[in-house]
């Protein structure tokens, strides 16, 4: 089975900065992408950030410039900062990882369960 834990999430002020983790573990020959998602009240989920295993990356338009996505691939991690909050950053933000596990021939989809990112004053 594979397993994403992510950390992280919290309440800061507008203005202010958090970061995200998300480890990836158990049967895994690899990973072909890990993001993350958000999804607010009554909203639906939506792409955040997404980093493939060769580096390249891709953002909403509404967090160019304030988050940045990164990923350590030997500690099958992947991370959000998140500088430059606004109340409409609040979110429960979900990893997301396309992982090909050991002794098969497909990619799944698998998730992570989420963590809290509040910002308020």
């Known amino acids: 089975q594979v397993q994403l834990v992510e950390s992280g999430g919290g309440l800061v002020q507008p203005g202010g900065s958090l970061r995200l983790s998300c480890v990836a573990s158990g049967s895994i020959f690899s990973i072909n992408a890990m993001g993350w998602y958000r999804q607010a009240p009554g909203k639906q989920r939506e792409l955040v950030a997404v980093i493939s295993s060769g580096g390249g990356t891709r953002y909403a338009d509404s967090v160019k410039g304030r988050f940045t996505i990164s990923s350590d691939n030997a500690k099958n991690s992947v991370y959000l900062q998140m500088n430059s909050l606004k109340p409409e950053d609040t979110a429960v933000y979900y990893c997301?990882?396309?992982?090909?596990?050991?002794?098969?021939?497909?990619?799944?989809?698998?998730w992570g369960q989420g963590t809290q990112v509040t910002v308020s004053s």
């Open positions: 997301n990882a396309d992982i090909r596990r050991r002794g098969v021939f497909y990619d799944n989809d698998y």
